[in-house]
């Protein structure tokens, strides 16, 4: 993609910038959902996920039988380490695209010792031993929580699965919070302060519906980052990246001295204590101003909505009291998440069940329009009819549609 008015908004820069986009390609990903609609076994699934080029996607598969697999199936650039992370040399063929991952190199699993599959955006691969560049960015902590408890349930139900989805624990504040409870200096803190610091350390780290705790965590660490990287940025462009989400836990766990903790706008080296209790009582406030208007509760402060295509509030469903968060299983944020939520077990007769925060009709003044949100929002599931052949004339068959050649 190439757009001569797009120039960093800089008026006298006269360069000007393009973008690679592998969606421009040639393919027929419709041909992926025709063969798994007639797929048999694994054979046939490896047949047909190759179909699917852009965007990537984790495809799992599984059968009666006992197989498993998980494929990070995509048309995938053969990058070397770093290659599109910054602007490279246009007018430079070398920076070029020179070729993509053969196909029997995509990242995938089949049968694993361990018993299970799992992807919640992770890294898919091992960067030591993997030969080809997939990009920085792969959020650990739902992939970590998802496989330290699935390595150790057992006979895992239908309903184990269900509480699984919907769990709002979050990792990244479990590995944070001893840090920060060993660093902080309560003598500096106000009475407020004190107070706000006893429901963090009483704080179980799950995001749950009436939580406080998660709340004060939140605030903090939005401005705990801010004290640690804000001078370095201070003299940076206006558009720029500022580090990932996890890149401030992990430095800190690596080493207590960090070498961004210290602020390089003051003469004395700052410490680890020194950031988290700077950036506590710079939240405090924000604290108090949440609490006096009854919104400290973790989902009144995130505020999850289902917004209407159009973002009209009239047609959109607001405030919906639900927990998780980004770094939970239950990955409810604001206005994004898992909406469409699906458990299915391959017993002899399959069941499926599954829920989605919408509702079957388009029609904002029919009863259907929402009248899934409310069990979607209290992690409850509908049974799904997997209708089987013998089943064409049941009763539940509203219409039918033929088609001929």
């Not at 660490?221 to 580090?243: C, G, H, M, T």
Request: aromatic share 14%; hydrophobic share 35%; glycine share 8%.
């Amino acid at each position: 993609m190439y757009d001569k008015s797009f120039s960093g908004e800089r008026n006298t820069n006269n360069k000007y910038y393009a973008v690679r986009w592998k969606a421009h390609d040639a393919s027929n990903e419709i041909k992926i959902f025709n063969m798994l609609n007639h797929a048999k076994n694994y054979a046939d699934y490896s047949a047909a996920v190759t179909f699917l080029q852009t965007p990537g996607q984790n495809c799992v598969f599984a059968t009666k039988s006992g197989d498993i697999t998980l494929r990070t199936q995509g048309d995938w650039p053969a990058k070397w380490k770093g290659q599109g992370d910054f602007i490279m040399p246009g007018f430079d063929t070398s920076y070029l695209w020179q070729g993509m991952v053969p196909q029997d190199e995509v990242p995938y699993q089949y049968n694993p010792e361990r018993g299970f599959v799992s992807s919640a955006n992770q890294k898919p691969v091992d960067d030591v031993t993997y030969p080809y560049y997939l990009g920085r960015n792969y959020p650990l902590y739902r992939g970590y929580t998802i496989n330290k408890r699935l390595n150790a349930m057992t006979g895992i139900t239908v309903q184990d699965m269900m509480a699984l989805q919907t769990d709002n624990f979050d990792a990244a504040a479990g590995m944070a919070k001893p840090f920060i409870l060993a660093n902080m200096n309560e003598q500096a803190l106000n009475a407020a302060g004190k107070k706000y610091f006893d429901m963090l350390k009483g704080w179980d780290c799950r995001n749950d519906i009436g939580s406080k705790g998660a709340t004060v965590f939140n605030l903090f660490w939005n401005k705990f980052e801010a004290q640690v990287y804000d001078d370095e940025y201070a003299s940076a462009p206006k558009i720029i990246l500022r580090p990932y989400f996890g890149t401030l836990i992990e430095g800190i766990l690596k080493d207590s001295a960090y070498k961004f903790l210290d602020d390089i706008a003051t003469p004395q080296k700052e410490t680890l204590a020194d950031n988290i209790t700077a950036a506590f009582n710079k939240s405090i406030a924000e604290m108090e101003k949440l609490e006096a208007v009854g919104k400290l509760e973790w989902e009144k402060y995130k505020g999850t909505r289902i917004n209407h295509l159009a973002k009209l509030e009239p047609l959109s469903r607001l405030d919906l009291p639900i927990g998780g968060g980004a770094q939970a299983i239950n990955a409810t944020k604001t206005v994004h998440g898992p909406s469409w939520r699906m458990v299915i077990s391959l017993s002899a007769t399959t069941e499926a069940y599954g829920v989605y925060p919408g509702g079957q009709s388009g029609n904002p003044g029919s009863k259907y329009y929402d009248s899934f949100v409310d069990q979607w929002a209290a992690g409850k599931y509908y049974p799904l009819w997997m209708m089987t052949r013998e089943e064409t004339g049941d009763k539940r068959v509203l219409a039918k549609m033929s088609f001929s050649k």
